[in-house]
């Protein structure tokens, strides 16, 4: 499924001569005497040779080695999303190294992607080290605010090694102040790009060899003005004339009146036959020989494009091999203005027959426009609806709606599976109050004046049922699954696999929420078949996702994991690494491989999961992302990347009202040391949100008693530990229960009862060990340290003989090896962030020998340090705080015996961790 409007491989190429080009000498000296600067920019109005300057210009670019992205922008490029996926696009084909399923995230944060896909070219272009120039030909055209915002920011952040050219008939919409005081700007204006006496010589005289005398072309500058355009057309009109000198002093006048005599006369002495086909194929912007011949009705339309092209009639190939065409822009404008005249009964057919082409060949964003344009309104809206759905299911969404913003609302409105459509659109995209909207149209339309069969409203009412449950599952609310169950589920009859398979989703949601862990895995186990069948990963991987975390409730790790691994690489294979699905499940399986210590592929998993935002699905999902990142980034040092992940994640908690996150992330401030806040809020709607919040508010209090010093009474601190464990084993999630007997632990512990603690804490201790999750122990406290020594002490005189007594000592120094444990000296979690001196894979390894063990993210760090780039361009190149990055840079250096960063490399080099 293509992720935007489908595009011709000539939006990317630069303008060919017809002939030959009058070379522009002088202007590109000038350009090439501005040095490297950030942009040159050529404007002036229409025909003044903007784009022919831009393209010999970056000619010249290419052949001192910069890679040429080439953009020409048209109307729907005055969208944010379709822009940026244009120009990526453009920069893929110019050879930049970036990832192609950015593209994807276009398609699934419509609202903000440029956050994160413009530091996504910015850092790749940067990391390339290649000179790059992006030429973007009629800036014009974009006036959107957010798409001027996207290009301000890359003229503003990108490398040295960027350049830009761009064309535009204005110079607005552009920061060219700062640039001119930055000295970053260098401008060709219409006074410049006006022709000299040498340059209209080269094109009338020796390119069409007209025959003219430096009087005659004298006076073609004065009445011209040296404008391009008019000078090209009067090449045209003056061949074959007999007295040329006569006719040059007859034009003079505004530059209208001088282009519209001159096409007057070109189009007055061609064939008919001639005549009628450029009539016929100036209705659109581009053609080619199938759709010319639609158009015109002439067979051989290859061959009358060639023949056109080859009597000099301004059409200007557009691909090497002459499959797509253009006329110049102001000769179409006058061909067009002559068919209104003369034909104006035909102009409406024209484009009729160009819509219907262009839907045949997947062109929908085209087809819509000439439909609209031929007053076929009903034909755009069916063009749109036909493949809606389809869309949908490939999480194409924005550009669905990107389309329907193109129809007239009032006949959107009377289309009930159109309507459909918009509400799985809205829905998914996070965007409620809209798809209600839609929803409840949908279902006033069904009825007997919808013109849809029983069968087949029967269905659109089940499928409105299952986008209202999506709805509420999204606002963490756990909604009514027994008619889902009974009329999609259990249904006889024969129903679309994304209504069961989403269905099926849904009520594995609210099953998990009850904590009927076995029932969501078997309702995902009968809906493997639906999953399969649909069309697009998006559902299927939500299955995986929560037979995930289910399977993890149950202490089923492996299980859990497998059921991860699944969904991400099905997100990854069907839909790309940066996809909505892919990300989803990344955050997920991020979790459980920080629990099992594998930092640096969790951390790269949750850094990409963060980026969908509010957009990240249920609530479950989020609190794994910004719960993990905050801590592991404590882990790692960066305390200031830990508050930035909880304060990322509280915006999204506020902004679409998720208790159960907001209360989570109380809670986590209050388990590292960072103030925290109840809010007080008591009143929820929905039982699992209450259990939650008691929760999240139990732990917090009994976290701030553990940190503080002062934890109480052993009665008051024991109690709230009980009263926490017990409302957890009512609700039978195994991995909570197992967070809440060690809280457990540690407040006996704190109050003095070490006998029972230590009881308690072996338990925990062993289950651990045997689900290999050494973190569960490791983000614990003093007390829990002090825990770990005593039993360890215990192991080694015997005392204590566990099974397999030799892994759980082992187990044992792991966790203290792994991170001293937090709260060194009674402090949290932030105090002893920095007195970690040893990464966490050094750990790992325990008198290991040779060359170090280096986690996939050091590894990066330190290539990336080889290449000589900063702490903040490293930062920037890898999604983390530039603390994270001076930690990881002090641990590869405790790691390596060194004291600097050449030192570091050297030895990395010595044991073959770099290419020499």
């Not at 094109?203 to 040296?226: A, F, Q």
């Not at 990300?583 to 999961?609: D, H, I, S, T």
Request: glycine share 6%; proline share 4%; with cysteine.
């Amino acid at each position: 499924m293509p992720l935007g409007p489908p595009t011709a491989a000539t939006k990317f190429q630069p303008p060919t001569p017809v002939m030959s080009w009058v070379e522009r000498k002088r202007l590109t000296a000038s350009l090439a005497a501005g040095g490297n600067k950030r942009l040159a920019l050529l404007h002036g109005p229409a025909g003044y040779g903007k784009s022919t300057l831009a393209a010999q210009w970056v000619a010249e670019l290419a052949h001192a080695d910069f890679a040429v992205a080439w953009f020409s922008l048209d109307k729907d490029d005055n969208n944010t999303i379709w822009f940026m996926s244009h120009l990526i696009e453009s920069l893929l084909k110019a050879g930049a190294e970036l990832d192609p399923q950015l593209l994807q995230l276009l398609q699934e944060r419509p609202d903000d992607a440029e956050k994160y896909v413009v530091p996504s070219i910015i850092n790749a272009l940067a990391e390339s080290g290649r000179s790059t120039v992006i030429a973007l030909d009629d800036w014009h055209r974009i006036l959107d605010p957010r798409t001027l915002a996207v290009l301000e920011r890359l003229l503003d952040e990108g490398p040295e090694s960027l350049r830009f050219v761009i064309t535009s008939r204005t110079r607005n919409g552009l920061p060219l102040g700062r640039l001119r005081v930055r000295d970053q700007l260098v401008e060709v204006d219409a006074t410049s790009l006006r022709f000299d006496h040498r340059e209209s010589w080269q094109l009338l005289v020796g390119i069409n060899r007209l025959e003219l005398t430096n009087d005659d072309i004298d006076s073609l500058l004065e009445s011209t003005d040296g404008w391009a355009a008019a000078l090209q057309l009067t090449s045209l009109s003056l061949r074959g004339q007999s007295d040329v000198s006569g006719i040059v002093r007859k034009i003079s006048g505004r530059h209208q009146a001088i282009g519209e005599y001159l096409a007057e006369n070109v189009l007055d002495t061609l064939e008919p036959e001639v005549l009628d086909f450029l009539l016929s194929t100036s209705i659109t912007e581009r053609t080619c020989a199938d759709l010319a011949a639609t158009l015109s009705g002439v067979r051989r339309g290859q061959a009358m494009l060639e023949e056109v092209q080859a009597r000099d009639l301004f059409l200007q190939p557009l691909d090497v091999d002459g499959s797509w065409y253009r006329y110049h822009h102001l000769f179409v404008e006058y061909l067009r203005k002559r068919l209104e005249r003369d034909e104006p009964d035909r102009v409406a057919e024209l484009h009729r027959k160009a819509a219907h082409w262009y839907a045949e060949h997947n062109h929908t964003s085209e087809a819509v426009d000439h439909a609209l344009t031929a007053g076929d309104i009903e034909f755009a809206v069916d063009v749109v609806e036909s493949d809606a759905m389809l869309k949908v299911e490939h999480s194409q969404m924005s550009t669905l709606l990107a389309m329907v913003e193109k129809l007239p609302a009032s006949r959107v409105e009377p289309r009930p599976r159109l309507q459909m459509a918009i509400a799985w659109a809205n829905c998914l995209l996070h965007f409620p109050k809209e798809s209600r909207i839609a929803l409840e149209q949908a279902e006033i339309l069904l009825g007997p004046d919808s013109g849809l069969g029983t069968e087949d409203q029967e269905e659109l009412r089940l499928e409105a049922l299952v986008v209202r449950r999506c709805l509420e599952m999204y606002a963490d609310q756990i909604v009514p699954t027994n008619d889902l169950r009974v009329l999609v589920l259990e249904s006889t009859k024969p129903l679309r696999p994304w209504i069961v398979s989403v269905a099926a989703n849904i009520v594995t949601y609210a099953e998990l929420q009850k904590g009927s862990f076995a029932a969501a895995l078997a309702t995902q186990d009968a809906a493997r078949m639906a999953h399969d069948q649909t069309s697009g990963p998006f559902s299927e991987v939500y299955g995986h996702c929560f037979a995930g975390l289910a399977a993890f409730a149950q202490l089923d790790i492996d299980t859990a994991q497998r059921h991860l691994e699944d969904a991400l690489e099905l997100g990854r294979r069907s839909a790309g690494r940066q996809s909505h699905a892919a990300k989803l499940a990344g955050g997920l399986l991020g979790e459980l491989l920080y629990l099992r210590g594998a930092f640096g592929e969790a951390e790269k998993l949750l850094v990409e999961a963060q980026e969908l935002g509010a957009h990240a699905g249920v609530a479950d999902f989020m609190m794994a992302t910004y719960s993990t990142l905050a801590r592991l980034r404590v882990l790692r040092g960066d305390v200031e990347g830990a508050t930035q992940a909880i304060e990322a994640g509280e915006k999204i908690a506020a902004a679409l009202d998720l208790p159960r996150l907001s209360t989570r992330l109380m809670a986590d401030r209050a388990n590292l040391g960072f103030p925290w806040q109840d809010d007080g809020r008591t009143a929820f709607a929905y039982p699992h949100i209450t259990d939650a919040a008691d929760d999240s508010r139990e732990l917090a209090t009994l976290a701030s008693m553990l940190l503080s010093g002062r934890p109480g009474s052993a009665t008051t601190t024991a109690a709230l530990a009980v009263k926490l464990l017990a409302r957890r084993r009512a609700h039978g999630n195994e991995y909570e229960i197992l967070y809440a007997r060690l809280a457990l632990a540690e407040a006996l512990q704190a109050a003095g009862h070490q006998e029972e603690a230590e009881a308690e804490f072996k338990d925990v201790l062993v289950i651990s060990h045997s689900l290999d999750l050494p973190m569960v122990l490791v983000e614990r406290r003093q007390n829990c340290r002090e825990l770990l020594r005593s039993l360890s002490g215990a192991v080694e005189s015997g005392a204590w003989v566990p099974n397999d007594t030799a892994a759980i000592h082992a187990f044992i120094g792991r966790i203290l090896e792994l991170g001293k444990i937090f709260g060194r000296d009674g402090g949290g979690a932030v105090a002893v962030a920095h007195d970690f001196t040893e990464p966490a894979t050094a750990a790992l390894v325990p008198g290991r020998r040779g060359a170090p063990v280096l986690s996939e993210r050091e590894q990066e760090i330190l290539t990336l340090v080889e290449r000589g780039l900063s702490n903040r361009e490293i930062a920037q190149a890898l999604y983390i705080g530039i603390n994270t990055v001076k930690w990881y840079l002090k641990s590869l250096f405790v790691t390596f015996g060194v004291s600097n960063r050449q030192q570091c490399v050297d030895a990395a080099r010595e044991f073959q961790l770099l290419d020499q």
